[in-house]
T-cell receptor, first 116, second 111 residues
């Protein structure tokens, strides 16, 4: 049973460029959340996708956008990259069942983005 | 962004010692989750808590959902070398899908 997978593992981009990160949820999960984790800090919520719609968004600018596909996989796009966007980007999946376990999120290994 | 207050920031312990850490919030939460993260990996879910006063164990780990719903505690008994890593608390408020995270407690085993 595959867990959450993310690609690529590492990425180096230049300021001003655009980047796309990809995530495949754990088998049986239908909800994907994206987080940004700076070095030495806890993850910060970017947004959550459910039924191909952005269900909730954290305090991130519009340069951060996403998409969820019919197979529940998801992409995170970041435009006009800034040095401060350098971080570990984590994808988490969950299964929306209407029970408390809906809020248990399972994480992939992350994509390490470096902006130079 | 918003963060929970997690303490201590780091702990240096001897193998076999018990460990305690806690997390507090200024807001009421409906869900508390505890995760462990090791270098180069994503956080791994350890324990999930859903009711005030709830006490849940996972092997040598025990976590509690505080009565005020504004705090949570994690205890590790008889620590072993593989317990090293960073432990995070995460909370969820009502009518919210996002998890709010603490800054982590780094556990180091003294040789």
């Amino acid at each position: 049973d595959a867990g959450v997978t993310q690609s690529p593992t590492h990425l180096i981009k230049t300021r001003g460029q655009q980047v796309t990160l990809r995530c495949s949820p754990k088998s049986g999960h239908d909800t994907v959340s994206w987080y940004q984790q700076a070095l030495g800090q806890g993850p910060q919520f970017i947004f959550q996708y459910y039924e191909e719609e952005e269900r909730q968004r954290g305090n991130f600018p519009d340069r951060f956008s996403g998409h969820q596909f019919p197979n529940y996989s998801s992409e995170l796009n970041v435009n006009a990259l800034l040095l401060g966007d350098s971080a570990l980007y984590l994808c988490a999946s969950s299964s929306f069942t209407g029970t408390p376990s809906s809020y248990e999120q399972y994480f992939g290994p992350g994509t390490r983005l470096t902006v130079t | 962004g918003q963060q929970l207050n997690q303490s201590p920031q780091s702990m240096f312990i001897q193998e076999g010692e018990d460990v305690s850490m806690n997390c507090t919030s200024s807001s009421i939460f409906n869900t508390w989750l505890w995760y462990k993260q090791e270098p180069g990996e994503g956080p791994v879910l350890l324990i999930a808590l859903y009711k005030a006063g709830e006490l849940t164990s996972n092997g040598r780990l025990t976590a509690q959902f505080g009565i005020t719903r504004k705090d949570s505690f994690l205890n590790i008994s008889a620590s072993i070398p593989s317990d090293v890593g960073i432990y995070f608390c995460a909370g969820r408020a009502d009518s919210n899908y996002q998890l709010i995270w603490g800054a982590g407690t780094k556990l180091i085993i003294k040789p």
